[in-house]
């Protein structure tokens, strides 16, 4: 066992965990925050995207050891006190969650474009999720809820520019990849 110190929604956090464990299962079996899910283990599907120092990364992929130090963020902490985020309470009015299985990291991933980039494009935000996969929706309402929450947090989401060549996709950061 180790003993690992995390800094996870805004909290101090200690616990012991065998020295192989990713960020994930620290997060899942060692703190109990069972909000990031385990789908691929290989850093596929997103499903298990935290926001680490404000970038979405893959907790499956991403040894507990690197996260030291640094500000983790989970599905658990966008919440503002009792009220949700706003990206998570677009995605609730526009029907954007299906199974609600890739909804974590999907929402993890939406609100870490958000606070880099407020005022995205649709080409922006279908690079920014191009690494979470939902097997239960065409997306559409999905970037139609990332979009709504840039306009009520002050960005206005924007179309492609005439001119602009739309942005290369790409996939989550894979942290010590």
């Not at 994930?24 to 120092?53: F, H, M, N, P, W």
Request: charge should be negative.
């Amino acid at each position: 066992m180790e003993v690992v110190r995390l800094r996870v929604n805004g909290d101090e956090r200690v616990c012991g965990v065998p020295a192989h464990y990713t960020l994930l299962e620290t997060l899942r079996y060692g703190l109990g925050l069972t909000g990031s899910k385990q789908g691929c283990d290989k850093g596929d599907c997103g499903a298990c995207t935290v926001i680490v120092d404000g970038r979405a990364i893959l907790s499956c992929i991403t040894p507990v050891w690197e996260a030291e130090g640094r500000e983790v963020r989970t599905v658990e902490g966008l919440a503002e006190g009792t009220e949700p985020h706003p990206v998570q309470d677009e995605f609730d009015l526009n029907g954007a969650a299906q199974c609600g299985f890739c909804t974590p990291g999907i929402l993890c991933s939406s609100v870490a474009l958000l606070d880099r980039n407020p005022a995205p494009t649709r080409e922006e935000i279908r690079a920014a999720l191009a690494g979470n996969l939902c097997r239960c929706t065409g997306y559409a309402k999905i970037y139609d809820a990332v979009e709504a929450a840039a306009t009520r947090l002050g960005g206005e989401a924007r179309g492609p520019e005439p001119d602009e060549p739309a942005p290369r996709a790409t996939p989550v950061e894979r942290v010590g990849a």
